[in-house]
């Protein structure tokens, strides 16, 4: 480095700087390497980079612009009830994250993340009935890379209700992982290891909540999945299985499928809210009931319940049953299993974290209606307060959290 600087006197500043900048750079290092949350998107070889998005408002139009290393095939579709505008893409890196200078004109808000192998995938909120005006992808000139384009304008009910019904393509590039069958829960080997179901919750372009400093409950809850994994595997008691170990979407019918698929003896969810009232903090744990505990355990469910329509999952060619239940109700058997596993996780978490007031809750999440797998969902904190969200992106302090999971685990089991 000190043979691109000029002058003696710049050396010689860089030399008596020289031990404060290798400090520098070496706590920067450990921090990427001490978390998750802190890690920058790889791209492999051959992957295209989004490293930048820009949206702008014309007189006619709303126009995005992703800047990119590679030119890319692209698919744009719309959706209602919200409004969407989806564009699927071959699975690209992200060096970009959304924040508020996306909220203009048409565009209310926007998310994107890797939809599943292959694919990655944009959901944009509009703020009423919109079309793809035009789409396309401009070629490098000068000091800029790839440009994909989206114009988007407003157009009346009846136009947009055309757009939809109008069928459409397969997503480009697309990799389709084998079909997980819903099948039921068999029957065990004797002295067979108890099949652990860990579920991060949200993931790719569902970010989930967002903290009061910008983290992403996706991130939270992937980070706290790992190190629950590695704690069970290394205790040799468990098979562990993990409905996703990367920054990728899961529908909620496909987590619930895969927890059966695996033969799973417990599901564990694990989440993080947020709520308007920043001092509220503490961790709390939640079993299935149709009729819920209070109306904050009703909103989260119905929160929690469209993590798929957030996605930009199209629910058209499925009843209405499908669409809004996707799973047959819980048995009575499972539940009352999931309640007593329930009980064992908030006596843990009570000893070594804070936990709210009325620690087990109810509500109807379709992520615990598996009928043969005892499931709990947990909230760990509130990424809302400021406390909560420091302590679930720290590995150091949220180690007393993923110990009391274990331990919780271990007694149920030992009871059984």
């Known amino acids: 480095m000190l043979s691109g600087l000029r002058g003696g006197a710049k050396a010689q500043r860089y030399a008596q700087n020289a031990p404060v900048n290798i400090f520098i750079r070496t706590i920067i290092v450990c921090l990427m390497l001490l978390s998750p949350l802190f890690a920058a998107p790889q791209a492999v070889a051959g992957q295209g980079v989004v490293t930048g998005v820009r949206t702008g408002v014309h007189t006619d139009k709303t126009r995005l612009v992703l800047d990119m290393t590679e030119g890319v095939e692209f698919q744009v579709f719309v959706l209602d009830k919200p409004y969407r505008v989806v564009i699927d893409l071959p699975e690209v890196a992200w060096q970009t994250r959304p924040d ?72 480009v590039k697309k990799v389709v992982p084998s079909a997980t069958p819903a099948q ?112 904050e355990a009703a909103a989260l469910a119905a929160k929690e319940n469209k993590a798929d329509i957030i996605a930009g999952m199209d629910f058209g060619d499925q009843s209405k049953d499908v669409a809004n239940i996707l799973i047959d109700l819980a048995q009575r058997e499972t539940m009352n299993l999931s309640a007593t596993f329930a009980s064992l996780v908030v006596d843990e978490l009570a000893s070594s974290v804070r936990v709210l007031r009325r620690s087990h809750r109810f509500a109807g999440f379709a992520v615990l209606k598996a009928p043969d797998v005892p499931s709990v969902l947990i909230e760990m904190g509130y990424l809302s307060n400021r406390e909560d969200e420091r302590i679930l992106r720290s590995p150091k302090r949220r180690a007393a959290l993923v110990s009391a999971l274990a331990r919780s685990i271990d007694t149920y089991f030992a009871k059984r």
């Open 184 to 295: 039921t829960n068999g029957s065990r080997k004797a002295n067979a290891k108890p099949v652990i179901v860990i579920d991060a919750g949200h993931g790719g372009v569902d970010p989930g909540t967002i903290g009061v400093s910008g983290s992403h409950e996706k991130e939270v809850t992937l980070a706290v999945a790992l190190e629950l994994r590695k704690k069970l595997q290394r205790s040799g008691k468990y098979k562990v299985v993990m409905t996703r170990d990367r920054d990728v979407f899961v529908r909620l019918r496909r987590r619930v499928a895969r927890g059966r698929a695996a033969k799973g003896d417990l599901f564990v969810s694990l989440h993080a809210d947020s709520i308007r009232k920043r001092s509220v903090r503490g961790a709390s744990v939640y079993t299935l009931s149709e009729k819920s505990s209070d109306k």
């Open 100 to 171: 508020a200078q996306y909220h203009k004109g048409l565009i209310k808000g926007m998310r994107f993340g890797l939809f599943e192998a292959g694919t990655s995938r944009i959901v944009i909120d509009v703020s009423g009935p919109v079309k793809v005006h035009r789409a396309f992808v401009l070629p490098p000139k000068g000091s800029s890379k790839y440009r994909f384009v989206v114009d988007l304008v407003a157009v009346q009910s009846n136009e947009f209700r055309r757009l939809i019904a109008t069928p459409r393509s397969k997503p």
